[in-house]
């Protein structure tokens, strides 16, 4: 059974700390490891589709590492805002389609 | 920006009832999901539809759930007789190939 997870389940920090969480995937056959933003009552929202071993993406204040070998990827929020709260999720996704959730982090930054 | 859309937002029904979850994904993609998440629970893969066919289905998905793209733009999800185990956030994905999934905003089902 393919099993992704992700911690900590969630985090509270102070607007301007940074932060980082973790999200460990099956190694084998792996494809893509995709990270989304969810916003409570809104669409999951895409941030990262990550393929290769070693790959660094950045989208603002966010980036995200990925390491196929040991089954493990990062996501940094460099200076936190308010509106950087939400749950972020990460899906591990093996060429079959579907995408394999973990649990989550949620995340709340307080001003 | 384009955009995947879910109606209703909200159903509420009675164990045994027949329910239809709507989804309008996005319009030049040719793969669709739904997924579902429990409350307190993770995002849980149902199904995935591409060329007019079931790809693949999760053992969630058992005779009870059925998908359909009835007209060449919505997808919909039915399940024959809910029940209680059924009240979760249903979610729909659409893509263009095997790469981004664009989710909606997903529709709350309860069943009592």
């Not at chain 2, 995002?43 to 009870?64: A, H, M, R």
């Given at each position: 059974?393919?099993?992704?997870e992700q911690s900590p389940q969630s985090l509270h920090v102070q607007e301007g700390d940074s932060t980082n969480f973790t999200c460990s995937f099956p190694s084998s ?83 | ?112």
């Open positions: 059974i393919l099993n992704v056959n792996f494809y893509a490891l995709h990270w989304y933003r969810w916003e409570t009552a809104k669409s999951p929202e895409a941030l990262f589709v990550m393929t290769l071993n070693g790959d660094e993406k950045k989208k603002g204040r966010i980036s995200a590492t990925l390491n196929t070998k040991e089954g493990y990827s990062y996501l940094y929020i460099k200076g936190s805002q308010p509106e950087d709260s939400a749950t972020y999720l990460c899906a591990f996704y093996n060429q079959g389609g579907k995408l394999i959730f973990g649990q989550g982090t949620e995340l709340s930054v307080k001003p | 920006e384009p955009e995947v859309t879910q109606t209703p937002s909200h159903q509420v029904t009675q164990m045994g009832q027949e329910v239809i979850l709507r989804c309008v994904p996005i319009s030049n993609h040719l793969y669709f999901y739904w997924y579902r998440q429990i409350l307190g629970q993770k995002v849980e893969f149902l199904v995935s539809f591409y060329n007019n066919e079931i790809s693949e289905k999760s053992e969630i998905f058992d005779d009870q759930f059925s998908v359909e793209r009835p007209d060449g733009s919505n997808f919909t999800l039915k399940i024959r007789s809910t029940k209680l185990e059924d009240s979760a956030m249903y979610f729909c994905a659409s893509t263009w190939e095997a790469d981004t999934q664009y989710f909606g905003p997903g529709t709350r089902l309860t069943v009592l």
